[in-house]
């Protein structure tokens, strides 16, 4: 059966938009924003913001570590899972971003690069890396078949001419 590359490609974009819907409403339904009540209130809900921008962030790191580790053959829900995660960061640093504690916040924002970096050169370069050696063992593996099935043709030959001596001197 062939694969509708195009599908795949949607699928993993929804998948990533279920994702992110699903930490935000899990969050907001365990940790619900608080009631507006006058100066107090302004300030419990930048606290509140920046306390979901980390949660937030957490979830964003587990949802990009878990792609990292499912096999290369569901390439769909990876990077279905990966976009979630994505999402959830960009979710994340925007609420962390409405917070008016500037060194927390610059701190999440940080947190947040840093894991995406990280998780970028693993789920990129590193995975890049892997199957280029894995091609390159590959190929190196049919070379050496090769030339393996060449040396024993040519002993094989060899052997059949020692032999022949042999008879002709005993004879």
């Excluded at 587990?62 to 959830?88: H, K, M, R």
């Excluded at 998780?119 to 063992?137: D, N, T």
Aim: charged share 15%.
């Amino acid at each position: 059966m062939r694969t509708n590359g195009a599908l795949q490609i949607i699928f993993a974009f929804f998948l990533g938009l279920v994702v992110v819907a699903f930490v935000g409403i899990g969050v907001n339904t365990f940790y619900p924003e608080p009631p507006y009540t006058g100066q107090e209130g302004m300030d419990w809900n930048s606290q509140w913001r920046l306390v979901t921008g980390i949660i937030l962030l957490v979830c964003a790191t587990l949802l990009l570590a878990v792609s990292l580790f499912l096999p290369e053959d569901q390439g769909v829900l990876s990077n279905g899972i990966l976009l979630g995660g994505v999402f959830t960061m960009v979710y994340a640093v925007g609420m962390t971003v409405t917070s008016d504690r500037s060194v927390l916040r610059f701190g999440v924002v940080a947190v947040a690069l840093v894991v995406t970096i990280a998780i970028g050169y693993v789920k990129f370069v590193l995975a890049r890396r892997r199957r280029e050696a894995g091609a390159a063992r590959t190929a190196g593996e049919e070379g050496a078949a090769a030339v393996s099935a060449d040396l024993a043709g040519r002993l094989a030959v060899v052997e059949g001419k020692l032999d022949a001596l042999a008879r002709a001197l005993h004879g």
